[in-house]
């Protein structure tokens, strides 16, 4: 007996399905190296988590370039050399289109106010993250000056000691 959950996908069947594949395409390809054993594995993990909407690296979107993002890796290894798990991530994505579409309205409308909260936060964050080294410069301006005032001070204080040592004659006047 089906239940409703399983008549209708959702994202997360895309991302066991990346995952499954993932698996068995990395077994397959027994004769290839380490390097690209760890590009398959870090490309199907980005899948997924790009597929469930929970990227670490990217912006989220369903792109080759988010997924290249998402994997750490450059644009052309999933153009050139991954050319496979380029085209199952497209197959995923359009597989996942539908059942997108045929979500109510209520639905929609809170995930569209959550995108609009991220790009909020994201700008938030940017924002911070520019006044947080804007900051770290004017520390550190100020502490090269604040380092030059006290070698000036040092300097001045070695002065005022040798003149102390010294008789100042011009005080002395003449009495006559």
Known sequence: MSTPAAASPGPHD????????????????????????????AITDAMVRLLIGAPLRSDGKLTVVSLATEAGLRRNKL??????LKD??????????PVLDALPDSVRARAAK??????????ERDDLRGQAQLLARIVHVLE???????????????QVA?????PDL???RRRS
Request: charged share 20%; glycine share 6%.
């Open 14 to 41: 895309g991302a066991a399905l990346a995952q499954l594949v993932g698996d068995a395409y990395a077994h397959a390809q027994g004769h290839a190296t380490a390097e690209d054993a760890a590009e398959i594995r």
């Open 79 to 84: 153009t050139h050399k991954h050319t496979g």
């Open 88 to 97: 199952l991530f497209y197959a995923l994505v359009k597989a996942r289109s």
């Open 114 to 123: 959550q995108q609009q909260d991220l790009a909020r936060v994201r700008a």
């Open 144 to 158: 090269i000056e604040n380092s030059k005032l006290k070698e000036i001070n040092a300097a001045l204080e070695q």
């Open 162 to 166: 040798a003149q102390a040592s010294v």
């Open 170 to 172: 011009t005080r002395w």
